[in-house]
């Protein structure tokens, strides 16, 4: 809701950024960078994954390798860092979760390149 609403607030992004770092509940933190990856501009959002990537609880992790996966699925550094966490996260869920990210960003960038090149 609040970046539906109230995303011209400054302080919006503030709360949003301040909750991946502080909230307790691992559930939330997950949903604020859910929250503020769509709030940001396409070329912000491989920050906000790989930060979530960087979570000590697994589901946030496996979530952010849904952020880069559909919010930059064209940017090479982020498939090279989906491909890490696919090979060596220490959670079994973040390594399905990537690799499975992994092969949806290939076909979301293959999708844009048949469509651009259809134009």
Not at 28 to 48: H, K, T
């Amino acid at each position: 809701m609040l970046t539906q609403r109230f995303l011209e607030q400054p302080e919006t992004l503030v709360f949003l950024q301040g909750r991946t770092r502080t909230e307790r509940e691992p559930v939330l933190r997950a949903r604020a960078f859910r929250a503020l990856a769509a709030a940001l501009p396409s070329g912000d959002v491989y920050e906000v994954g790989t930060s979530a990537l960087e979570d000590d609880h697994s589901d946030v992790r496996a979530g952010g390798a849904w952020i880069l996966a559909f919010g930059c699925p064209n940017d090479p550094r982020g498939r090279a860092v989906l491909r890490d966490h696919a090979q060596s996260d220490p959670h079994a869920d973040v390594r399905t979760a990537a690799s499975d990210a992994l092969r949806a960003a290939e076909v979301l960038s293959a999708q844009e390149w048949k469509l651009g090149s259809a134009i």
